[in-house]
């Protein structure tokens, strides 16, 4: 009975060691899995630039990320030209390594410059992508007041892409084959846009037009669309999605 119990315990003391062991490689994987999925790629809205997106590379720096904030033309050329020729060279150059994921912080349009090089083939492997206020079902205003010379001169051949109709490039992409974080506003300071807009918005964007079917998870965040990326409880759900797949607060993702 003795040596029967010291068998066993033998055994048993084994097994938890080998547990223990196989448990430490999956962190150890992990971690390594955290450690080379690090690069985050930030792209500014239409008529922004990479300052805009100062702030939010900063935090994502000091919270241990590699940081490539990317300066595009957006007012000067259609959004495929935007993204095949000024933002792919990019971060080509700042990440040239195609088997390290890539994770996407973008606002307004930057969300959809990202689909559409995705949708292509353009870009490797994807991380994660969080999108604040993109205009995934395209914009109202868009759709009113695009055709007026003073809205064509602000934004440039990109802006009218981006409405409502079927014909709108974000209309025409499909759904998502990465995760997907999407915060949506829900403060508007320019109420006369606000007006053209049905439903609760940003002031630019819609909060049901912020939405992406099969996306992950979904936010909606007291903040106005032209300082989404500054607001820094926004900055926060962008950490926790990038570092959990998940934001603090969760919406409805359908």
């Not at 090089?117 to 205003?141: C, D, T």
């Not at 998870?217 to 926060?236: C, E, G, Q, S, Y």
């Amino acid at each position: 009975m003795k040596q029967a119990g010291a068998g066993a315990l033998v055994c048993s003391t084994l097994g938890v060691l080998l547990l223990a062991f196989a448990s430490f490689g999956i962190q150890v994987s992990m971690a390594q899995d955290l450690t080379e999925n690090r690069q985050v790629v930030l792209l500014h809205g239409l008529t922004r630039s990479a300052s805009s997106m100062s702030r939010m590379a900063g935090t994502l720096q000091q919270a241990g990320y590699e940081v490539c904030n990317i300066d595009y033309p957006s007012t000067q050329f259609p959004i495929h030209t935007l993204a095949t020729e000024h933002v792919l060279p990019a971060v080509r150059e700042c990440f040239p390594d195609p088997s390290v994921p890539l994770n996407f912080v973008t606002h307004s349009l930057g969300g959809i410059i990202v689909r559409v090089l995705a949708e292509a083939g353009a870009l490797p492997v994807i991380g994660r992508v969080v999108m604040l206020g993109p205009p995934n079902g395209g914009s109202e205003v868009v759709d009113k007041i695009g055709h007026l010379w003073p809205f064509q001169a602000l934004n440039g051949p990109a802006g009218n892409e981006l409405g409502t109709g079927p014909e709108s490039v974000p209309r025409r992409l499909g759904a998502p084959t990465f995760e997907v974080g999407v915060v949506a506003g829900s403060q508007s300071i320019n109420w006369i846009l606000s007006m053209l807009i049905p439903g609760d918005d940003d002031g630019k964007v819609s909060i049901e037009n912020a939405k992406l079917s099969g996306m992950k998870d979904f936010v909606v965040m007291p903040a106005t669309h032209p300082f989404l990326m500054k607001n820094r409880a926004v900055i926060r759900q962008t950490l926790h999605f990038l570092a959990h797949g998940s934001f603090q607060e969760h919406g409805k993702a359908p």
